[in-house]
């Protein structure tokens, strides 16, 4: 096993503690310095590379919906890369979205990420929930 490479239940925990506190505590800069790298390589379109402006950008984000939620349905590990499948609704009537994030850990830190987010329907093809 490289040495670079945490475990997987290590990335695993150090994501979970870090989204717990970055977005469910609203706490992204507390985040920031716990668990974020020194590089933050952010491949969502919408939001700027770097630690700090992930700071910033959360906070504004945060700041639009006061009553988001996230309720986390699986959260899956290879390698360096960290997968968190969750429902995140925005307003308490809110059908929200289904949302897969990738975190990339790297010496015990987050330094990447990748999202995808779809929006949940009032009425699917199929009976098949999204989670």
Known sequence: MDPDVPSE???KST????????FVQ????????RY???????????APD??????EFIGQFQAM??????????????????VLHYHLTMTPDDLGRAVVDIFR???GRIVE????????PAEAANENTMF
């Open 9 to 11: 239940q290590d990335a």
């Open 15 to 22: 994501v979970l503690a870090f989204f717990d506190l970055a």
């Open 26 to 33: 609203r706490q992204a800069a507390q985040a920031r310095e």
């Open 36 to 46: 974020m790298g020194d590089v933050y390589i952010q491949h969502n379109p919408g």
């Open 50 to 55: 770097g630690p700090d402006l992930f700071v």
């Open 65 to 82: 919906a006061p009553d988001m939620t996230f309720d986390i349905k699986r959260v899956i590990a290879e390698g360096d890369l960290v």
């Open 105 to 107: 850990v790297e010496d």
């Open 113 to 120: 990420h990748w999202d995808v987010l779809q929006d949940v």
